[in-house]
């Protein structure tokens, strides 16, 4: 067991340290390096930053889990980022065009420069902090499992969260979204390097007889994996839930605060679209997890939390070295995407939840950011104490919450006649369905559609309707969202 | 050229939701695994697939005409 611990504390060791040291040498850390890189980013680190935040412990561990648990439902997985690269084609470029000719370093930035009110831009980056709270959970959640398989028993649920938390904090403060980019990229290699390796040999170690033999036994033991609603026919994961997650999900993809604002630190919109047409190939990766999490259901059954289900069986059937390599992989894909997301809360909350009228200095500033980070870890690791939720479902509610910002973030780069009232009745109505839970146990008992996704068509029509009804914003608050030139009206044909 | 006209080829990117979503509760009535894996499994593949294939079309158009146009 040693030897894991070990191997596991190096690769974490030295991926964090290296890194850090390579970002932070002959720089100094101010805001806006903190928070956008500088907006110097070329494609190919974009490339890995933006894989850091897709590939997340949600992919490693809950993915697996969900093949564990339910089979068929966790499909749905597959088309969450391919399809938000889809929608991404169409929205990324018109964002990082608001950013960049209007000096917009975040979500919340981007909705005052929109609408002309802080208030407003408060009210969204509100939304925003509430919906990485669960995501960070998610983050967490991973960390403990790791820690307490690695440990096996010795340490208990508490002491591994709080570790976890301290682990987060740590390598937040250290450096900003730089040191993150190149942490991402010693994280992918070694992400992928596990996967593969597990992926070929977990079927013969595991004496299924190779991967083909784990579809073989796994129709014969469990026939109901392959279609919805899969394993657990009563938690009502139906064609119809299938569809609604992965519309939800696509709503909310780039509707998160970090998202928004790793877009903004691309160097060109050209630079965006062709990431698009690149990084949903990173996805077929997924066949890989959902084969590891049907060989951990041959192999390891009754595990009582299906979370573990990937770390168990490596856990397993493989050697010490290798299950120190995994762990540290595991923490790894844990920590670089959790300190995007941790400084984009910092940041959303310094600029533009505290005082954002006051006139003060940039290390104030930083300082609350700071200090919010801290509280973000502390609130999060509180619930994960409490939760015994699987990563998915987590993940599922956190999209419930930021796809009620989706339709005021897209309608306003799309639809002259949004006004604020409008985003801001829709949201708040849209939030008030999912997080009201009587609302959530009567939508179940006539719909399997997520909640969700009824939320968000609420949202649009309450939208629509009282934007209609209220003044639209000044023309130069539309131009930022609907440039001048980007109105598709025919030119004239005398010039 | 006037602008609707231009963008008519981002209709392309709809391909993608018809396969991924709409598609999602006809295939799921058909119980097969050709080669062991499951229809469902092989079809959400195939969609990453298309979704690629069909950003990659419309970035070589949008490519393209910004050439043209300058």
């Known amino acids: ?29 101010t805001m806006s390096e903190w928070a956008v890189g500088g907006r110097s980013f070329g494609s190919i680190l974009l490339w890995f930053l933006s894989a850091g935040e897709i590939y997340t412990t949600f992919a490693f561990l809950g993915a697996a889990g969900w093949a564990y648990a339910y089979g068929a439902p966790g499909f749905y997985i597959l088309a969450n980022a391919p399809l938000g ?43 925003g902090v509430l919906a990485l709270i669960p995501y960070i959970q998610v983050q967490l959640t991973g960390l403990a499992t790791i820690l307490t398989v690695m440990f096996h028993g010795s340490v208990g649920k508490p002491v591994a969260v709080l570790i976890g938390a301290a682990l987060l904090l740590v390598f937040t403060f250290t450096a900003g979204l730089r040191s993150s980019a190149f942490a991402s990229m010693v994280k992918d290699v070694f992400v ?70 790793a877009n903004l630190s691309a160097s060109s919109d050209r630079a965006i679209r062709r990431n698009a047409v690149l990084q949903p190939i990173y996805t077929l990766s997924y066949f890989f997890i959902f084969v590891i999490g049907f060989a ?18 490596i856990y397993r059937y493989f050697p010490q070295w290798f299950v120190g390599i995994a762990a540290g992989t595991g923490i790894l ?28 200095p940039d290390r104030h500033r930083l300082l609350v950011g700071r200090l919010t980070t801290v509280v973000g870890v502390a609130v999060a690791a509180y619930l994960t104490l409490g939760s015994s939720s699987t990563i998915v479902s987590l993940l599922l509610v956190a999209y419930s919450g930021i796809a009620q910002i989706g339709p005021g973030i897209i309608l306003s780069l799309a639809w002259r006649r949004t006004t604020s009232y409008g985003v801001a009745a829709g949201s708040v109505v849209g939030i008030a369905l999912v997080g009201v839970p009587q609302v959530s146990t ?15 068509a609420v949202n649009t029509v309450v939208l629509v309707l009282v934007s209609l009804c209220t003044r639209a914003p000044q023309e130069h608050h539309i131009a930022v969202g609907i440039p001048r030139d980007d109105l598709t009206r025919p030119v004239p044909a005398t010039t | 050229m006037s602008g609707p006209r231009r963008r008519r080829h981002r209709l392309v990117l709809v391909i993608p939701y018809l396969w991924t979503v709409a ?29 690629t294939g069909s950003i990659a079309v419309v970035w070589r158009i949008d490519n393209a005409r910004a050439e043209a146009g300058r």
């Not at chain 1, 981007?110 to 408060?122: D, E, I, K, N, T």
């Not at chain 1, 026919?233 to 064609?239: E, G, K, Q, R, S």
């Not at chain 1, 920590?335 to 009228?357: D, E, F, K, Q, W």
């Not at chain 1, 009567?442 to 968000?456: K, N, P, T």
């Open chain 2, 23 to 51: 598609a999602v509760p006809a295939i799921n009535l058909v119980h097969a695994s050709p080669l062991g894996v499951p229809l469902l499994l092989w079809w959400a593949m195939a969609g990453v697939l298309v979704c």
């Open chain 1, 85 to 127: 690269y889809v929608l991404g084609y169409w929205l990324l470029p018109k964002i990082w065009r608001a950013g960049h000719d209007h000096n917009v370093m975040s979500q919340a930035d981007y909705v005052r420069a929109r609408f002309g009110r802080r208030w407003l831009a408060g009210l969204v980056a509100l939304i």
């Open chain 1, 1 to 29: 067991m040693t030897v894991a611990i070990g191997v596991a504390l190096f690769i974490v060791a030295a991926t964090t340290g290296g890194t850090t040291y390579l970002a932070r040498r002959g720089r100094r850390v």
């Open chain 1, 333 to 360: 894909v844990a920590l670089v995407p959790s300190t995007v997301m941790l400084l984009t809360l910092g940041t959303t909350v310094a600029r533009n939840i505290y005082r954002p009228a006051a006139d003060l």
């Open chain 1, 192 to 261: 992928v390097g596990v996967v593969i390796a597990v992926f070929a040999t977990v079927g013969t170690l595991a004496g299924l007889g190779g991967i083909g033999g784990i579809f073989r036994h796994l129709a014969a033991a469990h026939p109901s994996y392959t279609n919805l609603p899969g394993m657990q026919p009563d938690a009502h994961y139906t064609p119809w839930w299938f569809c609604s997650s992965i519309l939800m999900t696509n709503i909310g993809y780039w509707m998160w605060p970090h998202s928004f604002q």
């Open chain 1, 442 to 456: 009567w939508w179940a008992s006539i719909s399997s559609i997520e909640v969700g996704l009824f939320a968000v």
């Open chain 1, 296 to 313: 951990a259901l041959l192999a390891v059954p009754h595990l009582t939390d299906s979370n573990t289900a990937l770390v168990s069986v």
